[in-house]
């Protein structure tokens, strides 16, 4: 049983580019979590999808940054325009039902921009 | 304000010791995960407890709910063991609050 999936492992970005990470869940799970650790800071919740929904998206950044969870494929983190700041560590976590729930970690999404 | 507090920031013990990481909450959760972030990055949850205690192998976690208080304790260590254990709190139905982690080496 494949763990969480996260592509790419690491991404180079110009400052301007869009970035986009994908997060493949659990077999069996249906809701996703965004994790965002930036360097030499603990993690921070930016958003949790079930399919097809933005359950809470209340650790999202207003502008440039958005998610979606499709009925079919991988849940999508997309960045627009990024710059220097968004440089960080990208974690998807999911779980089987509710957030209540034990949350599995992919191995994460390094973004670089340079 | 929904804190999470961890001690020590950073631990270095011998192989074999026993280690204690602490973690405190400013008010009442639901539940509260001990992580591990490997050397590598990736996170690999370890306890999740609302109260009592847990054990699996040389890792024990407790709850002291009326102190909110948690401990992660690492019997015999080994250099293996060496990580960033991180707790993280879910305060109702939020979502989870972290900690900044702490910052284990374990020397052979």
């Known amino acids: 049983n494949a763990g969480v999936m996260q592509n790419p492992r690491h991404l180079v970005r110009r400052r301007g580019q869009e970035a986009r990470l994908r997060c493949s869940p659990m077999k069996g799970h249906s809701h996703v979590y965004w994790y965002r650790q930036l360097p030499e800071e603990g993690l921070k919740f930016m958003v949790y999808?079930?399919?097809?929904?933005?359950?809470?998206e209340s650790g999202m950044p207003k502008e440039r940054f958005s998610a979606e969870f499709p009925k079919e494929g991988p849940s999508i983190l997309r960045i627009q325009q990024v710059v220097r700041g968004d440089s960080a560590a990208y974690f998807c976590a999911s779980s089987q039902r509710q957030r209540q729930e034990t949350q599995y970690f992919g191995p994460g999404t390094r973004l670089l921009v340079l | 304000k929904n804190e999470v507090e961890q001690s020590p920031q950073n631990l270095t013990a011998q192989e074999g010791e026993f280690i204690t990481i602490n973690c405190s909450y400013s008010?009442?959760?639901?539940?509260l995960h001990w992580l591990q972030q490997h050397p590598g990055g990736g996170i690999v949850s370890l306890f999740m407890l609302s109260s009592g205690k847990k054990k699996h192998g040389r890792l024990i976690a407790t709850i002291n709910i009326q102190e909110k208080h948690s401990s992660l304790h690492i019997t015999a260590s080994h250099p293996r063991d060496s990580a960033v254990y991180i707790c993280a709190v879910k305060f109702s139905q939020g979502n989870l609050i972290f900690g900044k982690g702490t910052k284990l080496s374990v020397k052979p």
């Open positions: 999808l079930q399919k097809e929904n933005i359950i809470d």
């Open positions: 008010v009442g959760i639901s539940a």
